[in-house]
């Protein structure tokens, strides 16, 4: 991957992460430009014998004790002095520990923790100590604390899994080199957890794992390490991967199901699959958090996705371009099966964003039949179908702007404005040249003042594109005054 199209760095892998797409062109665009201008063409060594007999000695509670109580910015002996950093689940941030990872795990998304995070992040002083840190090597005593857990994968996942997991959010501070081994081996002890739920810890035990809890950290746990992957330049497809893969193990269903779900590249085909998909899904999801994470998780993976293929070598990839577009399809019909109209209409949005900023925008104007159907309430609903009902008819398009029209007035947001478009696509189609310089300008005249007052972004989105389709006929018709037209 060249300078020009390396992905920008990501921030902190454990966070939800934007993707921004910049406008390109497509392969035959580029194709015509050239001709046009001549230029066609696992870290760590082993733990001594006698440190591994001892360490397998303790008990699970003291080997999480003896792992995750370690201070990686400073020597164990100072460590020792803080008694609430020994427990096994702390939040640094808020001074807090806890008994499990599902708890752990609540507390971080709660809000309370987020503003502490983020006034720690303000505050200069702890700004300056965590820059200093990030330049520290990892001390020799977290490396061992590394292997020991990984010694004791098979013996003892639950463990190993909780200490792997807490071990990459630490040292991912301070040196991103080994993180992804890390990761990995977090994911392989989460897996085998999922594989054989004997494995996920005694009831009651501070290391044991639920069901939800692992869904969720192995969902939190692979984002990360695509995050990582992303940003570190490797092959696109690795990242695109392990995102595809987070959501399909969160969600429950098949990888082959979201590749399945776009051999058709037809809007309406991708999200009826995607419907199909949702009413599907295994999970349960019955708390709403649970859900919002599902949300926010295929957003992510989309957004990269589509970033991902325009960052290729060698341009556009079609096929994480439209794998992307069909998580977002999944993204809205899945919200609007767990009655949350918001992030469906958000991705709605995204599709039509995504769409044109790869230069695909006429697929854009065929999921303003997916607004019409279901987010007509939405505040700015009428100013995207006015758009893409405009650039259909820019693009003389004239079956999709029929289309579209006739939803939009069998529907209960029949509006003046879309009676009299639909009027001037059935003129046009006719070749009537005489009702086109007789009447077009006249009648929009006499609807658009209203139209301004009372919506005035679909106002100037239906003038500036009238402007233009119907500049050939400004000679045949006198306007009221010279105004009219500026």
């Not at 062109?25 to 063409?41: D, F, H, I, L, V």
């Not at 609540?106 to 309370?112: D, I, L, M, Y």
């Not at 899904?281 to 998780?297: L, M």
């Not at 079609?318 to 209409?345: C, I, V």
């Amino acid at each position: 991957m060249n300078r020009k199209t390396r992905p920008k760095a990501v921030g902190n892998i454990f966070e939800k992460q934007t993707y921004t797409l910049s406008k390109i062109k497509r392969p035959e665009q580029r194709a015509s430009e050239n001709t046009a201008n001549g230029t066609g063409n696992r870290h760590g060594g082993r733990v001594s014998d006698t440190a591994l007999v001892g360490f397998l000695s303790l008990s699970s509670t003291g080997l999480v004790k003896g792992f995750t109580g370690l201070s990686i910015g400073g020597n164990t002996a100072e460590s020792d002095t803080d008694d609430d950093a020994q427990r096994p689940l702390y939040c640094a941030a808020c001074k807090k520990a806890f008994a499990s990872p599902a708890t752990l795990a609540t507390h971080q998304q709660s809000e309370k923790h987020k503003k502490k995070e983020y006034q720690q992040q303000q505050n200069p002083k702890a700004s300056r100590s965590l820059q200093q840190s990030q330049g520290q090597k990892i001390p020799k005593g977290a490396l061992e604390s590394l292997e020991r857990a990984r010694a004791i994968m098979h013996k003892d996942t639950a463990v190993a899994a909780t200490v792997l997991w807490n071990i990459a959010k630490d040292i991912a501070k301070h040196d991103r080199s080994i993180v992804e081994s890390v990761l990995r081996d977090a994911l392989d002890c989460m897996q085998r957890m999922e594989a054989d739920p004997k494995r996920r810890g005694s009831k009651g035990s501070p290391t044991a794992w639920s069901s939800r809890s692992l869904l969720k950290t192995m969902l939190e746990c692979r984002l990360a390490l695509a995050r990582l992957l992303y940003t570190n330049g490797r092959t696109k497809s690795e990242s695109a991967n392990q995102y595809t893969l987070a959501v399909c193990q969160y969600l429950g269903i098949q990888e082959n199901d979201i590749t399945n779900s776009h051999t058709e590249h037809t809007p309406l085909t991708i999200s009826r699959n995607a419907f199909g998909i949702a009413a599907t899904i295994p999970r349960k999801f019955g708390k709403q958090e649970d859900i919002a994470q599902a949300i926010d998780a295929v957003d992510e993976t989309a957004n990269a996705l589509l970033a991902l293929s325009a960052n290729g070598e060698n341009g556009n990839d079609d096929s994480l371009a439209w794998r992307g577009f069909a998580f977002y399809f999944l993204m809205h019909a899945f919200a609007l099966e767990k009655g949350n109209n918001t992030a469906a209409y958000r991705a709605i949005d995204q599709l039509i964003t995504g769409f044109e900023s790869l230069g695909m925008a006429y697929f854009g104007n065929e999921c303003a039949m997916l607004i019409i159907k279901h987010h007509l309430q939405n505040h700015d609903a009428l100013a995207n179908v006015a758009s893409a009902v405009m650039g259909s008819l820019l693009d003389s398009d004239l079956v999709r702007a029929k289309r579209l029209l006739e939803a939009l007035n069998n529907s209960s947001s029949v509006q003046p404005w879309s009676h009299y478009m639909a009027e001037l696509v059935a003129k046009r189609t006719m070749l009537d040249n005489v009702w086109m310089c007789q009447n077009a300008w006249a009648k929009w005249i006499e609807i658009s003042s209203m139209l301004e007052r009372s919506d005035p972004d679909v106002f100037v989105i239906l003038n500036d594109g009238l402007d233009c389709v119907l500049s050939p006929y400004k000679w045949c018709y006198m306007p009221i005054s010279s105004e009219s037209f500026e």
